[in-house]
């Protein structure tokens, strides 16, 4: 594998290491700092909020500006949020108002550099010598080793180090995750039409942002593959959020869950996997009915809550369902979203994904707390039937093959939009 590739998919993986072990690591350091349950609640809910404006708005920069070197700021101010905490500490001590201060700042350079880093995806597949089916296999895989490293990682660094030294680690992560994606050279970031030539921007911030939302929700493929992504996170927070962690209490096997969380991501990884190996031969309609009906399949295992180890076995049916799923679905958006767009359509997708775990979290206490856990299980669950109709009926998800005249009109429509 060339050196583009690797160099991104590294970047990738030290970047995804790095908010993994952010994610379980830092209530623990605000509570320890704070001794407030409350204090770690309201730094989540500051942060949530400007990390999906970012989403929105930011897009529109990564459309302007060579797309790796927006990966690297965006790497470079979450390398710098976290490594300010500690600073700060030595200088005068920290208090909940310095945490939701750079947490803030952190939230402004996560989802920005998630659709960064995807929206450089078409190009590591042009200049990479790679297919974009083994490029975007292997990434879910790393993914799914990332999360299943990153959350031991935080929990073995809180054991043996104080906050301070693990938010320096976690803050070197990111660091160098943006030092890697320098590896990339600097034409690869390059914002390019169809025929090679330089992207041209006209017209201001606003009008691009409306040109971006125009052809997001103006595309049928678009805003179905968008929903059915938005279900599955739905359906996956709140699983993963409140009724597992609520079925296990009741069973009194709380450790367990972990276990859970090992057999999705072990499905994942293994369908990350078997779609880099396999994923361009056959058809990819037959791809998607395996992933999609398969994610059914996994869902109403969990739903009917049997036993702890027949719910590990839904868990790894889902994992691996995804896998095959979603790894299809970053292909397609390398093909149909138009390159010059990648930005604030990715953008957008990804602020709405980043809003949907607290959804399926409040819509599950809701549920169980009136209800019960069984019910709520299967009362969430049974949204992904929703996303299973829409599968199996859009036209637009009929065929999937690659069409080599759709991004020249992509590109055409672009224009006529500027």
Do not use: C
Request: glycine residues 12%.
């Amino acid at each position: 594998m060339k050196l583009i590739p690797v160099a991104y998919l590294t970047s990738y993986v030290l970047s995804l290491l790095g908010n993994s072990i952010a994610a379980i690591a830092f209530p623990l350091i605000v509570l320890q700092t704070t001794g407030s349950a409350l204090g770690a609640g309201v730094v989540a809910a500051a942060t949530a909020i400007p990390a999906v404006i970012a989403g929105l708005l930011m897009g529109v920069v990564i459309d302007r500006i060579n797309r790796r070197t927006s990966s690297f700021v965006t790497d470079l101010v979450s390398a710098a949020s976290v490594a300010a905490l500690p600073l700060i500490d030595l200088l005068s001590g920290l208090n909940l108002g310095w945490f939701i201060l750079f947490g803030i700042i952190g939230s402004l350079g996560d989802v920005p550099g998630m659709t960064a880093r995807e929206a450089l995806l078409p190009a590591i597949v042009r200049h990479g010598d790679i297919t974009s089916e083994r490029l975007v296999g292997i990434r879910e895989a790393l993914g799914a080793v990332a999360m299943l490293v990153g959350p031991a990682a935080a929990g073995t660094l809180m054991v043996l180090f104080d906050g301070s030294t693990v938010l320096w680690i976690t803050a070197a992560t990111s660091f160098a995750a943006a030092l890697t994606t320098l590896l990339i050279p600097g034409r690869v970031g390059q914002i390019v039409t169809s025929d090679g030539a330089a992207a041209i921007t006209t017209g201001n911030g606003w009008s691009q942002l409306r040109d971006g939302w125009r052809a997001l929700f103006t595309s049928r493929f678009l805003v179905v593959t968008t929903a059915l992504s938005l279900i599955s996170v739905v359906v996956l927070a709140a699983l993963q959020g409140l009724l597992l962690p609520v079925y296990f209490t009741l069973e009194e096997q709380p450790g367990m869950l972990g276990f859970v969380l090992t057999a999705l991501a072990g499905g994942t990884l293994v369908g990350g996997l078997v779609y880099a190996i396999a994923g361009a031969r056959g058809r990819r309609r037959a791809w998607f009915l395996t992933g999609l009906v398969g994610t059914t399949v996994g869902f109403g295992v969990i739903a009917a809550l049997p036993s702890v180890w027949v719910v590990f076995a839904g868990a790894f049916v889902v994992g691996l369902s995804s896998g095959l799923f979603g790894s299809l679905i970053g292909v397609l958006m390398i093909e149909r979203i138009p390159e010059q767009m990648r930005g604030r359509i990715m953008g957008t997708q990804n602020a709405i994904m980043t809003a949907a775990p607290a959804i399926g979290i409040v819509a599950a206490a809701v549920l169980t707390e009136y209800a019960g856990v069984g019910v709520a299980a299967l009362t969430v669950t049974s949204l992904w039937l929703i996303a299973l109709a829409l599968g199996l009926a859009s036209r637009s998800l009929r065929n999937l093959e690659p069409d080599p005249t759709r991004a020249t009109d992509d590109d055409a429509a672009v224009i006529s939009h500027a």
